[in-house]
């Protein structure tokens, strides 16, 4: 493995990986606390609509998929907004046009030869210096937003309607919100690909949501656990020879279960003292 | 009747539509410092209805409603808002503490990013006022719905509120609850105003000062002898629309 980090792309793969990590760590811990996963996997798998277009009509890729996916994402916003009992609906029809369009204009490009799964699963082995920048950019932005709005955001995501009673200009922060989790999908199919993605914007904020006592605590517990789970995944793939995304998600899914099992424990062992407590207390 | 003192939140021939139906017709209504108003009526009534439009979450269709002499939009409006829903969110790794600091969020302030000691220090004194000072530390989800309602009250009163706008706080607490919830109200009323929407007709009789009855239209009732006497001012709104009570429409007030 040490070896290993001599290769210029293994480097760009850890840089990548961490990087990766601390956009997931916040802009996953937004989503999971707002309930908007579904909204995600939906601007997720409608990317490829983007993907599609970018070789269509020859333009680059990340500004093409970046764009798709950000306009895409302002309509299931809007639609989230107003009909918000049948949101998911329409998000899932979306989700499935986005697809669907991706595809048939990738049949209809003239001598198509890429390969899909490079899409759909990612290759943080293959991530070019070009995203690795736009990466660092994200992070930036993100940090930027968070620190300015960082009330704003806290008091939406808690409790919207009070949010709005205080003067939280919620419509707007909303579609904010949703216009970074586009951009953040389109950064991340690089790493783990448009199927995957979900999982490491989620994982890691649910395990750590439920060992922290705030967003900010949160947020950072969860970058933590996303660079673990990001190069153990990493190196799992190098040593075994498999294929990068889904080894990174394994780990993550690895880690999930093993949150499940921890916090089984821990209410087994608070059982334990309550009963030894009791037995104390009332003797026979 | 009432010497007219100058009135926290004015409503004046205000109407409410939604998608063609006529939500709340014609509302008069004055709420005065010191007043312990309670909303009652059938559900449909408009009760939510008014309530967001005094916090200024919708616009009225016609007519106008001044909080304090301003538009209710205005942030600086002193109102302080309890919800209805105390479960909800339940998972959202925030402690007591920081959902009352929550309550002295002010856009102009944005980018600060710590509470200063005196604020801890004041979200600390009203968690006490409220009884709850031993849950400051603990998370939202590991309080009882009593306990998360008190932190809500507490959240809307750190801003230092003119009005205490409740809805239907009470649902989500037993019986003993209730009274002592109320008892707390009356404490909180010698320094504030409130209004709240309420389905408890037997309690809200000995506690409430006045009591409007929402259905649509509004009838204003200014006391009641007994419990008796609500229910059938709620029955006569919801089944006739009429007052047998007799009581003031409300210009005279």
Known sequence: ????????????ALLAGLLASVICGVIG???????????SGGIAHSAYGGIGMAFYFGWPYLISAAGFSLAISMVMAAVSLRNRERADTIIGVMWAIGMATGILLLDMTPGYNVDLMTYLFGNILMVPVSDIVAMIVMVAVICSVMFYFHGDLLIMSYDEEF?????VPVRLLYFLMIGLVAVTVVLMVQVVGLILVIALLTIPPYIAEKYTNSLYQMMFLSTILGMIFILGGLWWSYTHDLTSGASIIFIAG???CLSLIIDRLINLRRKKVWERAHEISTPR | MKKRA???VSIQGMCFTAGGLDILHDINMQVLPGDFISIIGPNGGGKTT?????LGLIKPTRGSILVNGDN??????????????VNHNLSFPVTSLDVVLMGLFNPARRGRFRNTTEEKDRAHAILDKMGIADCADRKIKALSGGQRQRVLIARALISEPELLVLDEPTASIDTKGRTDFYELLKTLNEELTILMVSHDLMIVSSYAKSIVCLNRCMHYHQSFSSSKDVIDAYHSCSVEEVCPLGVVSENQV
């Open chain 1, 1 to 12: 493995m040490i070896e290993a980090l001599g290769f210029g792309f293994m480097q760009n």
């Open chain 1, 254 to 256: 690895f880690g999930f």
């Open chain 1, 163 to 167: 949010a709005q009673v205080r003067g």
């Open chain 2, 50 to 54: 008014l309530l967001r439009l005094i």
């Open chain 2, 72 to 85: 209710p939009r205005s942030t600086r409006t002193p109102v302080g808002y309890v919800p209805q829903h």
């Open chain 2, 6 to 8: 100058q009135s926290l």
């Open chain 1, 29 to 39: 811990s937004y989503i999971v606390v707002n309930r908007l996963v579904f909204l």
